[in-house]
């Protein structure tokens, strides 16, 4: 929405430095700087109208259209009336429901704030048992030929069960839903981590092993100056693998265990029928995941970017 | 002739699924202090099994290596290797590098200052003190050679070993790379056995050229003794009719005592 905004800002602007040009000459630069444009950085403020019109038509455009389609044929779709509410409807609820986001009249009526943020605090919270588990865990099986061996099969046996087979056992285990849930958040999250991270190690060059052995470097630090940075870039898509199947899991985890949380907000607006909000809550949670996710690109990019 | 290096009826033998795979056999070779050995061989004679085992990074199968009077037991600072791909770690700067050999040798001797001066030091040796604080992706191929060089010589190795250390670049930085490493031979009386295929080069720069036969089974074909004053100098050495036969005895070697390569590959 905002660069459809901003678009008629930049029509106005003058080209710059193309006062004495011919019009037509311009137009070629134009075309060329298109061109390059393939190679150079994005262009600083103040370019030419050629070159923004083409970086808008390449970058926002499509994913606008794709959205205006999608709303389109939903709307299309429902105008006749039927069960699913029409974008409208939708909209008219989601404005309603996000201008009072933290509202709290007990814990089983509270404002979606709350119920994302209770989520998110679960995923974090066996995300990060994952990991201090995880990551060492991943380390030892890379580098020691006999744990991995060992534990191969074990994991390979357990990886492909859905983590909500083990909610069962959480509940029987802690006696309590909630930990249980992030317990089952614990379990999804470990195999991706354990995997790459162990991965990771094993596909160290062996050329920087080799310079290690030439040094005759301590274990200390073959784990901090080679084994570390060799296998961020690893450990950073096993994190970010984990965290996606982390957000899968936990809304499915909440509608079988209730509480606070988006999963069980979705079970409970099911029940009262407000179908309207259940589409929001699609929306929010896809919205959740796509922040969470492009975090961690940025994090790993800029982490390898240091690392290399 | 004091043995600095002593090479004694070593063989080397990989087990492989097809059964044994014998790289190597009956290598003798006595290296003295100071001195500048060329590896020479058609390419899968062994050359670089050879250097691993002076290194340590691997161990014979028959035979014993010394230096310096003991065994060669595993790989160690006092043998550095120049890589054949520089192996320089992507997220340390050059200096840093250079830090981490720097440290382990002498970080328990000596304090920080000092260390930071070996440092700044082995990389002026080499010319690229104003590329300090770069990372190896922000430098060029030569230079990412030398300061795999640089790391190797701030370790004060006893023996110099170098895997075709020129062999991934231009001739014109090769050429320019093999002056300057005349140079710090000269300097440091290093004691060097490189790894090369390239005759000129090996005639160049070395005291002595160990011509290897072809794998499977390799050893020791010829070694020749290359009599020429150093410094030396590449232009003038051109038209040295000494250079000129050392040269063609070593193309000679390769090219019709140990012609049949192809063959055994086919």
Same mark, same amino acid.
């Given at each position: 929405?905002?660069?459809?905004?901003?678009?008629?800002?930049?029509?106005?602007?003058?080209?710059?430095?193309?006062?004495?040009?011919?019009?037509?000459?311009?137009?070629?630069?134009?075309?060329?700087?298109?061109?390059?444009?393939?190679?150079?950085?994005?262009?600083?403020?103040?370019?030419?109208?050629? &070159?923004?019109?083409?970086?808008?038509?390449?970058?926002?455009?499509?994913?606008?259209?794709?959205?205006?389609?999608?709303?389109?044929?939903?709307?299309?779709?429902?105008?006749?009336?039927?069960?699913?509410?029409?974008?409208?409807?939708?909209?008219?609820?989601?404005?309603?429901?996000?201008?009072?986001?933290?509202?709290?009249?007990?814990?089983?009526?509270?404002?979606?704030?709350?119920?994302?943020?209770?989520?998110?605090?679960?995923?974090?919270?066996?995300?990060?048992?994952?990991?201090l588990?995880?990551i060492p865990l991943g380390f030892m099986i890379g580098r020691f030929?006999?744990l991995?061996?060992?534990?191969?099969?074990?994991?390979?046996?357990?990886?492909?069960?859905?983590?909500?087979?083990?909610?069962?056992?959480?509940?029987?285990?802690?006696?309590?839903?909630?930990?249980?849930?992030?317990?089952?958040?614990?379990?999804?999250?470990?195999?991706?981590?354990?995997?790459?991270t162990a991965?990771g190690v094993q596909?160290v060059p062996?050329?920087y092993l080799n310079v290690a052995r030439v040094l005759a470097l301590s274990e200390w630090k073959i784990v901090t100056k080679i084994l570390f940075p060799a296998v961020l870039?690893?450990m950073?898509?096993?994190?970010?693998?984990?965290?996606?199947?982390?957000?899968?899991?936990?809304?499915?985890?909440?509608?079988?265990?209730?509480?606070?949380?988006?999963?069980?907000?979705?079970?409970?607006?099911?029940?009262?029928?407000?179908? &309207?909000?259940?589409?929001?809550?699609?929306?929010?949670?896809?919205?959740?995941?796509?922040?969470?996710?492009?975090?961690?690109?940025?994090?790993?990019?800029?982490?390898?970017?240091?690392a290399? | 002739?004091?043995?600095?290096?002593?090479?004694?009826?070593?063989?080397?033998?990989?087990?492989?699924?097809?059964?044994?795979?014998?790289?190597?056999?009956?290598?003798?070779?006595?290296?003295?202090?100071?001195?500048?050995?060329?590896?020479?061989?058609?390419?899968?004679?062994?050359?670089?099994?050879?250097?691993?085992?002076?290194?340590?990074?691997?161990?014979?199968?028959?035979?014993?290596?010394?230096?310096?009077?003991?065994?060669?037991?595993g790989p160690g600072p006092?043998?550095?290797?120049?890589?054949?791909?520089?192996?320089?770690l992507p997220w340390l700067?050059?200096?840093e590098n250079i830090y981490l050999a720097v440290e382990r040798v002498f970080g328990q001797k000596e304090g920080k200052?000092?260390l930071?001066?070996?440092t700044? %030091?082995?990389?002026?040796?080499?010319?690229?003190?104003?590329?300090?604080?770069?990372?190896?992706?922000?430098?060029?191929?030569?230079?990412?050679?030398?300061?795999?060089? %640089?790391r190797?010589?701030?370790m004060?190795?006893?023996?110099?070993?170098?895997?075709?250390?020129?062999?991934?670049?231009?001739?014109?930085?090769?050429?320019?790379?093999?002056?300057?490493?005349?140079?710090?031979?000269?300097?440091?009386?290093?004691?060097?056995?490189?790894?090369?295929?390239?005759?000129?080069?090996?005639?160049?720069?070395?005291?002595?050229?160990?011509?290897?036969?072809?794998?499977?089974?390799?050893?020791?074909?010829?070694?020749?003794?290359?009599?020429?004053?150093?410094?030396?100098?590449?232009?003038?050495?051109?038209?040295?009719?000494?250079?000129?036969?050392?040269?063609?005895?070593?193309?000679?070697?390769?090219?019709?005592?140990?012609?049949?390569?192809?063959?055994?590959?086919?």
């Amino acid at each position: 929405m905002n660069a459809i905004t901003m678009s008629p800002g930049f029509a106005a602007d003058p080209p710059v430095d193309r006062g004495e040009e011919p019009a037509a000459a311009a137009a070629v630069n134009a075309v060329k700087e298109k061109k390059m444009e393939q190679t150079l950085p994005p262009p600083p403020a103040g370019t030419p109208l050629g &070159e923004c019109l083409g970086q808008f038509a390449r970058g926002i455009l499509p994913p606008i259209v794709g959205l205006v389609l999608l709303i389109g044929i939903w709307h299309v779709a429902t105008h006749r009336g039927g069960s699913i509410p029409a974008p409208s409807v939708v909209w008219d609820a989601a404005v309603a429901l996000f201008s009072d986001p933290f509202y709290s009249n007990g814990p089983n009526d509270q404002g979606i704030g709350w119920n994302v943020l209770s989520s998110l605090q679960r995923v974090a919270i066996g995300f990060g048992f994952a990991a201090l588990v995880g990551i060492p865990l991943g380390f030892m099986i890379g580098r020691f030929d006999f744990l991995s061996r060992m534990l191969n099969p074990i994991i390979s046996l357990l990886r492909p069960v859905s983590p909500l087979a083990w909610l069962p056992i959480g509940l029987l285990v802690f006696k309590k839903a909630d930990p249980a849930a992030t317990y089952t958040i614990f379990i999804c999250s470990i195999w991706p981590m354990i995997m790459n991270t162990a991965q990771g190690v094993q596909r160290v060059p062996q050329d920087y092993l080799n310079v290690a052995r030439v040094l005759a470097l301590s274990e200390w630090k073959i784990v901090t100056k080679i084994l570390f940075p060799a296998v961020l870039p690893y450990m950073l898509t096993g994190i970010r693998l984990s965290i996606g199947t982390a957000w899968l899991v936990i809304v499915a985890a909440e509608m079988l265990t209730g509480g606070v949380g988006i999963g069980f907000w979705v079970w409970d607006e099911w029940n009262n029928l407000k179908v &309207e909000h259940i589409i929001i809550a699609i929306f929010v949670i896809g919205i959740v995941g796509l922040i969470l996710e492009q975090a961690l690109i940025l994090l790993a990019r800029k982490l390898t970017k240091e690392a290399s | 002739m004091e043995k600095f290096v002593s090479i004694e009826r070593v063989g080397q033998t990989f087990d492989t699924k097809k059964g044994k795979f014998v790289a190597l056999r009956d290598i003798d070779l006595q290296i003295r202090q100071g001195e500048f050995i060329a590896l020479i061989g058609h390419s899968g004679c062994g050359k670089s099994t050879l250097l691993n085992l002076i290194a340590g990074l691997t161990r014979p199968t028959a035979g014993v290596l010394l230096c310096d009077g003991r065994e060669i037991a595993g790989p160690g600072p006092e043998r550095a290797v120049v890589f054949q791909n520089h192996s320089l770690l992507p997220w340390l700067t050059c200096f840093e590098n250079i830090y981490l050999a720097v440290e382990r040798v002498f970080g328990q001797k000596e304090g920080k200052p000092k260390l930071k001066a070996r440092t700044q %030091a082995a990389i002026e040796l080499v010319g690229l003190g104003h590329a300090a604080h770069k990372y190896p992706h922000e430098i060029s191929g030569g230079m990412k050679q030398r300061v795999g060089i %640089a790391r190797a010589l701030s370790m004060e190795p006893k023996v110099l070993l170098m895997d075709e250390p020129f062999g991934a670049l231009d001739a014109l930085t090769r050429a320019k790379l093999q002056d300057e490493l005349m140079k710090i031979c000269e300097a440091t009386r290093a004691t060097v056995v490189m790894v090369t295929h390239d005759v000129d080069e090996a005639v160049l720069l070395s005291d002595r050229i160990v011509m290897m036969t072809n794998g499977p089974a390799a050893t020791i074909g010829e070694i020749l003794e290359v009599n020429l004053p150093r410094p030396r100098d590449r232009l003038t050495l051109a038209h040295d009719p000494a250079y000129i036969d050392c040269r063609a005895a070593v193309l000679e070697f390769l090219y019709e005592k140990q012609a049949h390569v192809e063959k055994i590959a086919a």
